[in-house]
Nanobody
Framework: QVQLVESGGGLVQTGGSLRLSCAAS????????MGWFRQVPGKERELVAT???????YSAESVKGRFTISRDNAKNTVYLQMDSLKPEDTAVYYC??????????????WGQGTQVTVSS
């Protein structure tokens, strides 16, 4: 069983930056496909970015060029660097993981979420 704990959310002004972290425990992190989703009330959870265990990454068009996903297998942690934030990036951000597979539809494991609020 893999546990995921996100951190790093908060309130930031338009154009600012935040870095989200997701610490994993209870599994073999280096073999996990990792991803970030986000959700606003009343809408479906939206894929933001993914990264494979081979460090191949993907970012949604809405965040491409602004958000960067990365991972540190030595620290069992995946990151989401968010730059040039916009009010429409406001959401709860969730970390997800799945053994060996990129979780582009959501993985087997989920974190509890961290709130990101971008003020205009």
């Amino acid at each position: 069983q893999v546990q995921l704990v996100e951190s790093g959310g908060g309130l930031v002004q338009t154009g600012g930056s935040l870095r989200l972290s997701c610490a994993a425990s209870g599994g073999t992190f280096s073999s996990l496909g990792m991803g970030w989703f986000r959700q606003v009330p009343g809408k479906e959870r939206e894929l933001v970015a993914t990264i494979t265990w081979k460090l191949i990454n993907y970012s949604a068009e809405s965040v491409k060029g602004r958000f960067t996903i990365s991972r540190d297998n030595a620290k069992n942690t995946v990151y989401l660097q968010m730059d040039s934030l916009k009010p429409e990036d406001t959401a709860v951000y969730y970390c997800t993981a799945h053994p060996l597979i990129v979780p582009n539809r959501g993985g087997r494991y989920w974190g509890q979420g961290t709130q990101v609020t971008v003020s205009s």
